[in-house]
Nanobody, 124 residues
Framework: VQLVESGGGSAQVGGSLRLSCVISGDTSKRACLGWLRQAPGKEREGVGA????????YYADTVRGRFTISQDTLENTGYLQMNGLEPEDTGSYYC???????????????????WGQGTQVTVS
């Protein structure tokens, strides 16, 4: 499974960015698409996740209502729309997939086996 991210950059407080994640490879190993981030000096954390080609989307409390996860199954692409950006949203953002469903463990970093290269988001 390969994941290629794009769309990071700089934004002002209150601004928006959209991240994209193109997924390819063995479909049996990509049931859950997660978005995770890592701020400087902090541990990587789950931002949200969605069941690939299915139902179920999950968000961290810190981003719920501001971030939206979507997917285009025909294009094998996942998206993270980020609105109302705050300085605390600064960090490296990763998309990742898991062969298992999202479920209650969607925010667990250890759950995800395949990762994108990461893209930097800076809010100031």
């Amino acid at each position: 499974v390969q994941l290629v991210e794009s769309g990071g950059g700089s934004a002002q407080v209150g601004g928006s960015l959209r991240l994209s994640c193109v997924i390819s490879g063995d479909t049996s190993k990509r049931a859950c698409l997660g978005w995770l981030r890592q701020a400087p000096g902090k541990e990587r954390e789950g931002v949200g996740a969605t069941v690939i080609a299915g139902r179920g989307t999950y968000y961290a409390d810190t981003v719920r209502g501001r971030f939206t996860i979507s997917q285009d199954t025909l294009e094998n692409t996942g998206y993270l729309q980020m609105n109302g950006l705050e300085p605390e949203d600064t960090g490296s953002y990763y998309c990742a997939t898991s062969p298992g469903g999202c479920g209650a463990s969607w925010a667990s970093v250890a759950k995800f086996e395949y990762w994108g290269q990461g893209t930097q988001v800076t809010v100031s």
